[in-house]
């Protein structure tokens, strides 16, 4: 079967090519140009054969002519259209053993851009030794394979081969190189810090910080380094700890530092056995030194507020903003919190009294009608309290930071305490929900069951006593009642402590904010795969999270430079992955490119900030070549 298709080309000016064998004659368009002293010709265009011409009712060389001259006509415009002939019957010439893809990427193109207004060129000028790989093209290749195709490093040799261009290293480049990013790795977090300031607007006047961990494919961890008195000196970084994911893998650490934007601005990598709250102060000092920002508002998790670390930026002069735990809370404390009195609505500061207000929810909850009274008390939704109290400074602690002083010091800070009607609905739900769950299993075999924070076993006990205190000759399974009924007292609460003067409003509002950070490790993790981790050497592991910083980075930068064009525009990751992803084009015999993508409105969004012009059917030989020498 027979069809034509329509393409373009750029080409300069066009002459007629006859070929004549003893069975038929050929009419063909051709290009002629210069190389050095010789002349090429190339057949770039069939037109027919003069058999063929004359059955469509055409004067053959005539015809042929008219052709010819249409090329050149059309090229000063330098665009031609040609008509081709295809037959779809034709099969493929065998030339290699495996076959090869004829369609390449052209929408990393864009991460390229960002890279270039990242300045890595000059970054590479500044560590680049005197090895034959070239650091720049490296980085850049395996940041966007971190984004497009998160793989293994050898897989991401093999995938750069679906990407447009040129791409001149080997694996061994590639973990040379690591070794080197490895080395420089403070030098690239100030570097970016500095050049994101002129893409997107950053604001350092609030940093979040949070702490993760990323399982790798060992079943041992890595040994430690002693010193001749046994002590310490370099721990593994591959430990076993406290997955956040549960794997029964070693682990490797990652803080992370966002603006108030979300903007990544500062990481850090320990081993896996640290305890998460030790990594703040040394990223954090060493983020102040190098940033030269000193005055901001630390926030973070109830994990990443200890003491230590709000003392250290109280002793600072900045402040912090720290959910906080109220079931590790002292119970005289408690015992405050839980007053009917001084709770006000989070909306109009109006007086409201807790145990009323959790009356009607619990009305509410068991499905009994509410009078309008009730259902305007509640229509709040949230009550707070302020509860102001003061911290003794250990002893021990200003030994530690070699501060001496007379008598007590004492530190201040507000806890600000919530009720939420739908957080208490919500649950509530889900505890009965499980506490059903735990009475179903009771009487079975209980043991076999997951233990932890929010897993039905521990509503269960074991006891293997006899009332009078004996050791019983079975053992025995009931509901801990004690566990349920303390549970219960804290369904609906949520409290952030604070050394800020300002209004719950305020301190919540930085607060909610949180969720930026958290979503970026969740980005990292499963958009951009950043675990397991497939790296032996820790020179490499670390160099690995240094990528991850960057994709991270990247997109964060896409994204907000997307917000900032067009507000009403719907992002996600995996749209916005997948759009880029997706822009691969077409070698249509070596004439043309052709766009194996559609249109869209974030394509026009990005071309609305980039302007490569990528946003187009087909494309020119040498169109990408251009766009080459703008974003390199």
Request: charged fraction near 30%.
């Amino acid at each position: 079967m027979k069809g034509e298709i329509e393409t373009s080309t750029r080409r300069k000016t066009m002459r007629l090519s006859i070929s004549k064998s003893k069975n038929c004659t050929s009419y063909y368009v051709a290009d002629s140009r210069r190389e050095g002293k010789k002349i090429i010709t190339k057949l770039i265009y069939k037109i027919g054969t003069h058999e063929q011409l004359l059955k469509e009712g055409r004067d053959p060389e005539a015809y042929a002519r008219e052709v010819v001259e249409r090329f050149n006509r059309e090229s000063k415009e330098s665009i031609i259209h040609i008509n081709e002939k295809i037959d779809t019957k034709e099969k493929l010439e065998a030339k290699e053993e495996v076959s090869k893809q004829t369609y390449k990427n052209v929408g990393y193109l864009y991460l390229q851009s960002l890279l270039k207004q990242l300045k890595m060129d000059e970054f590479r000028a500044n560590v680049q030794t005197n090895s034959k790989f070239n650091s720049y093209d490296i980085f850049n290749a395996l940041t966007v394979s971190r984004f497009l195709y998160p793989n293994s490093k050898k897989a991401t040799i093999e995938n750069l081969k679906t990407l447009i261009g040129k791409f001149d290293f080997s694996l061994h480049d590639c973990y040379r190189f690591l070794t080197l990013l490895d080395k420089n790795s403070d030098n690239l977090q100030k570097h970016l810090f500095e050049n994101t300031k002129n893409i997107v607007k950053t604001d350092t006047t609030v940093l979040y910080y949070d702490c993760t961990n990323y399982y790798t494919e060992i079943e041992y961890e890595d040994d430690d380094i002693f010193n001749d008195d046994g002590d310490v000196i370099q721990y593994g970084l591959r430990k076993y700890g406290a997955s956040k994911e549960h794997r029964p893998n070693p682990i490797v650490q990652m803080g992370l530092f966002t603006d108030k934007n979300g903007i990544p601005i500062s990481y850090c990598v320990s081993h896996g056995s640290n305890n998460e709250q030790n990594t703040t102060i040394p990223l954090e000092s060493r983020m102040i030194r190098d940033y030269n920002t000193s005055k901001f508002i630390y926030c973070s998790d109830g994990g990443l507020g200890s003491f230590d670390n709000r003392f250290f930026n109280t002793l600072q002069g900045r402040d912090y903003i720290v959910t906080q735990s109220l079931k590790k809370t002292a119970e005289t404390e408690l015992n405050m919190i839980f007053k009917d009195s001084n709770w006000k609505s989070f909306k109009t500061d109006n007086k409201i009294s807790l145990t009323k207000f959790k009356e009607i929810l619990d009305k509410k909850y068991k499905g009994e009608a509410l009078s309008p009274e009730e259902e305007s008390y509640i229509s709040e939704d949230m009550i707070y309290k302020k509860y102001p109290f003061k911290r003794n400074v250990p002893a021990k602690f200003l030994e530690k930071i070699n501060i001496k002083i007379k008598g007590k010091l004492e530190m201040e800070e507000t806890l600000y305490i919530t009720f939420s009607a739908k957080y208490y609905l919500y649950q509530k739900t889900i505890f009965d929900r499980q506490l059903g769950a735990a009475l179903n299993n009771v009487k079975r075999n209980p043991e076999n069951l997951k233990y932890g924070p929010n897993d039905i076993r521990r509503f269960i006990k074991i006891i293997s006593t006899t009332s009078n205190g004996e050791v019983a000759s079975k053992k025995s399974c009931v509901i801990d009642e004690e566990l349920v009924e303390r549970e219960r007292k804290f369904h609906g609460f949520y409290a952030v402590a604070t050394s800020l003067d300002a209004t719950v409003q305020e301190v919540f509002a930085i607060n909610c904010e949180r969720w930026k950070i958290e979503e970026s490790f969740r980005i990292l993790k499963t958009d951009f795969n950043a675990r397991p981790i497939f790296l032996q050497s820790p020179e490499h592991i670390r160099a690995h999270f240094a990528i991850c910083f960057t994709t991270i980075l990247i997109y964060r930068i896409l994204e907000s430079k997307l917000k900032e064009n067009n507000n009403k525009i719907c992002i996600s990751p995996s749209k916005l992955i997948n759009q880029i992803k997706c822009m691969n084009v077409l070698n249509h015999n070596e004439k043309y490119f052709e766009s194996l993508y559609t249109g869209s409105a974030l394509l026009e969004e990005l071309e609305s900030i980039f302007k490569l012009g990528l946003d187009k059917k087909t494309y020119l030989l040498k169109y990408f070549e251009k766009v080459f020498e703008k974003i390199q």
